[in-house]
């Protein structure tokens, strides 16, 4: 008897809400049209209103990454210094665009699993003077993992030529974070994750300081964010957009700012701290000491593979669980509760956990403890 | 902070599969068209399959009373008279279909939430010569209850005479129902339940001896018998069909036959045993002393409103599930496992039951108790 439901219960791509579906199903309009530059310009506002930025916000056709190579690119030149903060696979990925495009990346090595030490960026920055900026994941996805860049931005605040550049993939939509406040000069997402929307566009953006940072040629055709900047103004993309994708996105945001981005950061909130709450109650540890309120990387018990926990989850129960990456893989796996998530479907995960470490032989709890826990949760927190 | 999500877990309309909604929104097809003509009459035959019935098998455009009007009123002739098993909502409405149609209804009345002993119907049969028909519940919705029907059908083999229609509205697609070996002469079912359709459709099949029964001027111009079995024969319909909900029944009654029918009644008696099972759990009792596959009635806790379980349970937790019935409301609550549920979704149907009843002073459970109990059942059934 094979599971007749699928359900996306990984930090991206992330289970998407009806009325996103049917957006996205809308009959294809022209890139060029009217009627859809207003929808993308006012895509546009929207996500600057989400993000909290005044800065340039510009969407591009691309997985998250795509964005990531798009500020490293355009921001640096050849030679250039930039700090970077590597506790996990994203902040690698960091790295890894730093050596392609030339820049010479200063490595602050931080234990996955652990948020940085600002006093660490702050001592790198000392340290290398002239460095021309920070890369940095606001959340881990890897390790599950919420680094303090509030506290980085501040401490940037005596490094008046370094760019914070914030890797919000898996943040935004999950937090209510203040861009601008913060001190972000560049923040980077994707739709696939909080944004409650199919995989394909990724959003950068900048402020008045990283706009006029921008090199004059990038070493990047497709990611000229110059060009982009100019195209977006008027509500059109340097190429063509994925302009379906740009119409269910913008159902999504409504759906945030009806919300409420505070209501959403706290609902994220607390279906992570019930997620916590379930996954102790197995007897089970987190990888993080920072938790991060989107996703929750657990440690597979001794003995256990985590990976078989989600082949399990997943061929059995039709559940996809993320595993471990890296050397990670088999250590940990990942419950995601961001975005299109709601308190039943977190028991979900737990549950599914609970069935898959049963038949895994891992016997430290009763069917249900989880669930308790994390329900006492959610009704104190009136959820 | 308002529930996020929509959970449908009432008996009727049901959760419809995404494939199928799927398919409800291909482009709508001309009634008449060859296209169309096709897809009707596979329809047509894959309920023959699922509802294993040599017979005529005809869709109507209505719910599932029309097609017991239908039944009714083709039937049988102003002062015949019929045997009808009156234990609920629907035994009710067979009562009071008889009487609009001039038809003597002989009630065999029966405790709302106990089966009929088959005996009681043998006994009116024999009490009453010249009865034409027995019309009863497979399931009796109102109260969570499955009539003994294969028994009733074995009887009426000493009643040549007297034809078997069963209401199988919410029996169809939970249990695997051999009609025609059973004895029933005419089922009905709906579309809506777990048929995994939306509601719009109702179906109707004729043996052979109740095909030679329909009488030659029905008091009913819509609901034609004689005159749609010549026209769904040709895979035409006597007028205008719902087109679209026909090509999502396809789908739907296609993803049945591929889980296997033997597997989803199967999978329906697993989720009601630990429905049951958590029920039971939370202290509560079942309303049923026969209770059905497909719905679950539990009897609200002293100084309880089971109305307010369902209230509780819609506003604040987004998941609807059904109430009690003419003298029952307040008195039950239902929870629905049929269709396209799985065990993800009766955790779900108990989680919000807690949730509703902690909120509304009942405290004989601790949360997670009813889960741990459904759990336990799913677990050694291996589902």
Tied chains: 1, 2.
Excluded at 71 to 77: K, P, S
Excluded at 239 to 268: C, D, P, Q, W
């Amino acid at each position: 008897m094979k599971p007749i439901k699928r359900r996306l219960l990984t930090p991206g791509p992330t289970m998407v809400p009806e009325r996103v579906l049917e957006a996205l199903s809308r009959p294809t309009l022209y890139h060029r049209s009217p009627e859809f530059k207003e929808i993308f310009l006012e895509t546009r506002k929207l996500l600057g209103k989400i993000m909290r930025t005044e800065g340039e916000v510009l969407i591009l056709t691309s997985s998250g990454t795509g964005a990531m190579e798009a500020a490293v690119a355009n921001l640096f030149n050849p030679g250039d210094s930039a700090v970077v903060v590597v506790g996990g696979k994203f902040g690698q990925r960091w790295e890894e665009l730093c050596r392609t495009h030339g820049v010479n990346p200063i490595v602050v090595n931080v234990e996955w699993g652990r948020a940085v030490d600002p006093a660490e960026v702050e001592r790198a920055l000392s340290e290398n003077p002239g460095v021309k900026g920070v890369l940095i994941q606001i959340c881990e996805t890897s390790t599950g993992t919420v680094h303090d860049v509030k506290e980085i931005g501040k401490i940037l605040r005596n490094f008046p030529d370094v760019l914070l550049v914030a890797d919000g993939i898996t943040a935004y939509g999950v937090y209510d974070i203040p861009t601008d406040e913060w001190g972000i000069d560049v923040a980077i997402t994707g739709s696939q994750k909080a944004l409650m929307t199919p995989p394909g566009l990724a959003v950068i953006t900048l402020n008045e300081k990283a706009v006029n940072r921008l090199v004059e040629k990038p070493r990047t055709y497709y990611f000229n964010l110059k060009k982009e900047i100019k195209q977006q103004k008027k509500g059109q993309t340097a190429y063509t957009t994925a302009t379906n994708l740009v119409v269910a996105l913008n159902e999504a945001l409504k759906m945030i700012l009806k919300e409420g981005i505070e209501n959403v950061a706290k609902r994220h909130a607390i279906l992570a701290e019930a997620t916590r709450a379930g996954v102790k109650a197995m007897g089970l540890e987190l990888l993080s000491y920072s938790p991060a309120n989107g996703v929750t990387a657990v440690l597979a018990p001794e003995g256990i593979n985590g990976q078989d926990v989600v082949k399990i989850a997943r061929e059995r129960y039709g559940i996809t669980i993320a595993g471990g990456q890296e050397h990670l893989k088999g250590k940990i796996f990942r419950l995601s509760h961001m975005g299109y998530v709601d308190q039943f479907d977190v028991l979900t995960g737990l549950e599914v956990t609970e069935l898959a470490l049963k038949e895994l032989g891992y016997s430290k709890f009763k069917f249900g403890d989880s669930v308790k826990a994390a329900m006492e949760v959610f009704y104190s927190a009136n959820l």
